[in-house]
C-alpha cells in the first residue's frame, strides 16, 4: 500500500490482503500498545487513507498481549505532573473538538471489526466501542478507566456504550472504571462473540472477507445509514468532551489518579 502503510518497528502497521480487508495493529506490545501522540495521529491517518488504498473493510487488533491499555500516562496525561494537560493540544484547547482519530473511525463508511485480543482499557475501550462489530479473545477485557484517572471518557464511551449495552449498564462502567472480562462483555452484549485466543483472528478475518465480498458501495451506504439513523452529533459531542477535559486536567484529582497509578497505590480523591 504505498504511501500508506509504516514499516517494520513502527508503533501502527498496516497490511492490506488480496481480499481488500485492511488491518491496522498497534504495535507497542511492551507497553501493552498505550498510545501515543504518534499512534494517535498514524491511526488517524490510516483509517482515512483506507478506502483509497483499496480496502472494503477494516479490521483493527493490538499486538500480543493486549489490545491497547489506552493513553501512554506519561505521554499523554503528563504523569500527573501540575499544570500539564498534554492530552490537548493549543488548538484543541483554544478550539475544542472531536478526537482526531475518533473523528476518522465514527466518520468512515468502511466497515470496521475489532478483534480484541488482551486488555482493551481506557482509550483503547473506546477504540473497541467505535468498531460496527467486535469479536473477543477468551483472553480480553474491557474497562472504561477515565474516571479513575479524574477524567470524562472520550465520546464513543459516552455516545455508543449505552447504545451497545443500555443506559444503566453503561453509566456503572463509565462511574466506576471496572474492568469486566470476555464472557461479561458477551452477556452484556459489549462484543458479538468471544472465541479462544487462537481462534480470534482466523474468525475475524473470515468475517471481514465475507463482508468485504459484497458490493463495496452498497456496504458502505448500509454504514452510513446506520450512523445516521442511531448516531448522536459526535462532533458536537466530542467538542463537549474536549472542553470539559481542558478543566478536569487542571485538577487535583486528576494528578492524584495519574500518580496513583504510576505509584501503583489507591487513590485519595478530594474532589478538587
Not at 138 to 163: H, I, K, M, Y
Not at 223 to 235: I, M
Request: charged share 20%; hydrophobic share 45%.
Amino acid at each position: 500500500m504505498p504511501g500508506v502503510g509504516g514499516g517494520a518497528g513502527v508503533d501502527v502497521t498496516w497490511a492490506l490482503g488480496d481480499d481488500h480487508v485492511g488491518v491496522v495493529t498497534l504495535n507497542r506490545p511492551a507497553t501493552r500498545n498505550a498510545l501515543t501522540w504518534s499512534m494517535y495521529a498514524e491511526l488517524e491517518r490510516l483509517v482515512r487513507l483506507a478506502g483509497d488504498a483499496g480496502a472494503r473493510c477494516l479490521v483493527i487488533t493490538g499486538a500480543d498481549p493486549a489490545f491497547c491499555s489506552g493513553d501512554d500516562v506519561r505521554q499523554v496525561m503528563g504523569g500527573g505532573e501540575e499544570g500539564q494537560t498534554p492530552l490537548l493540544s493549543d488548538n484543541e484547547t483554544r478550539s475544542p473538538r472531536l478526537t482526531p482519530a475518533a473523528d476518522a473511525l465514527l466518520y468512515t463508511d468502511l466497515p470496521v471489526i475489532a478483534a480484541v485480543n488482551g486488555a482493551a482499557v481506557g482509550w483503547g475501550m473506546e477504540l473497541a466501542v467505535m468498531a460496527d462489530i467486535r469479536v473477543a479473545s477468551d483472553r480480553a477485557r474491557f474497562g472504561e478507566l477515565f474516571v479513575l484517572r479524574g477524567l470524562v471518557s472520550d465520546a464513543p464511551g459516552l455516545g455508543r456504550l449505552a447504545q451497545l449495552i443500555g443506559r444503566e449498564r453503561a453509566a456503572e462502567l463509565l462511574f466506576t472504571g471496572d474492568v469486566i472480562d470476555a464472557a461479561t462483555a458477551l452477556q452484556l452484549g459489549l462484543v458479538s462473540r468471544v472465541v479462544t485466543h487462537d481462534e480470534l483472528l482466523p474468525t475475524v478475518f473470515a468475517l471481514a472477507a465475507r463482508i468485504a465480498a459484497n458490493p463495496p458501495l452498497a456496504v458502505q451506504r448500509i454504514k452510513a445509514g446506520l450512523r445516521r439513523a442511531l448516531d448522536p452529533d459526535w462532533r458536537d459531542l466530542g467538542a463537549w468532551v474536549s472542553a470539559n477535559l481542558a478543566e478536569l486536567f487542571t485538577t487535583s484529582d486528576h494528578r492524584e489518579g495519574v500518580r496513583a497509578f504510576l505509584e501503583k497505590r489507591p487513590a485519595n480523591f478530594t474532589g478538587h
